[in-house]
């Protein structure tokens, strides 16, 4: 593929989580490469961005989400996809409702009043982790309440352990909850693929709303981000899991432009 190629690009946040989005329906460009993947997320040299989403066409659903980490890493990604909804959207793919496909599997989700709800993957358990708390939400993550979360050093301690060999080889994310109330939390996460805190993480703050919602016995929690605020809403309980897990808050359209592709 040749450098003088260019390719056209969306930038949406979630609650400050950025991500660069590509309409690939027509399946155009090669992104599959780490090194471009890097390349275009980094933010002094490219774009700029916590991680790239592809939607293209599939057969049995109204889209599908490709997501890679700003290191070209693949996960799930709740703000991802909630942005991936809002930009299907944009795109004309979709109206107010939508079924697609993730790398965790197929989610619904809705747009109403400037907000998208994503209907998570159920959540069997909340087991135990070095005196914590842990949650598979789609993606691993690592849940500690701490006391003051605005203080605490969330890129030291979550270096830690994000590397802990409990989590090896591929580690996991990692949350620090403060408790505001019995249906209230403030969260900051050490995003693993990204290797630093990100100002918000779908998956983190559904899964610390599912431990902050065990022990108080709430079934509807607020979460404040350093990125703005999101709701999660399930049901169930920690002896028999959650279903109809709902994270909902804002996907907005930043700016659109074109990149030329780095030649890798």
């Known amino acids: 593929m040749g450098v003088s190629q260019l390719i056209s690009f969306y930038k949406y946040q979630g609650t400050g989580n950025d991500f660069v989005l590509v309409d690939d329906r027509q399946s155009a460009w090669d992104l599959g490469n780490i090194a471009r993947i890097s390349a275009l997320c980094d ?10 989403i592809l939607i293209r066409s599939h057969a049995n659903y109204d889209f599908e989400v490709v997501y ?6 693949q996960s799930f990604c709740g703000n991802g996809a909630r942005c991936a909804v809002a930009f299907a959207a944009f795109l004309g793919i979709i109206d107010q409702k939508t079924q697609f496909l993730a790398i965790d599997g197929p989610h619904e989700a809705s747009l109403k009043d400037g907000l998208v709800a994503l209907k998570m993957g159920d959540v069997s358990e909340i087991s135990e982790s070095l005196g914590d708390a842990f949650v598979h939400t789609g993606s691993p993550h690592h849940v500690r309440w701490v006391e ?11 270096q830690v352990l994000r590397h802990d060999p409990c989590y090896a080889p591929a580690g996991s994310n990692v949350n620090f909850v403060q408790k505001l109330g019995d249906a209230e939390i403030f969260v900051r996460t050490f995003e693993r693929g990204v290797e630093n805190e990100t100002l918000s993480c779908g998956t983190g703050v559904t899964a610390a709303a599912l431990v902050c919602g065990a ?7 607020q979460i404040r981000t350093l990125g703005g605020n999101l709701r ?7 002896k028999e899991g959650f279903d109809n897990i709902w994270l ?17």
Do not use: C, K, M
């Open 215 to 221: 022990l108080t016995q709430q079934n509807s929690i």
């Open 232 to 238: 999660v809403t399930f049901e169930g309980n920690a």
């Open 248 to 264: 909902i808050g804002p996907a907005l359209q930043v700016y659109a432009g074109q990149i030329q592709l780095p030649n890798f």
């Open 68 to 73: 890679f980490n700003a290191d070209g890493s």
């Open 148 to 158: 003051d979360v605005e203080t605490y050093p969330v890129f030291e301690q979550g």
């Open 43 to 52: 933010r002094r040299f490219g774009i700029g961005a916590d991680g790239l």
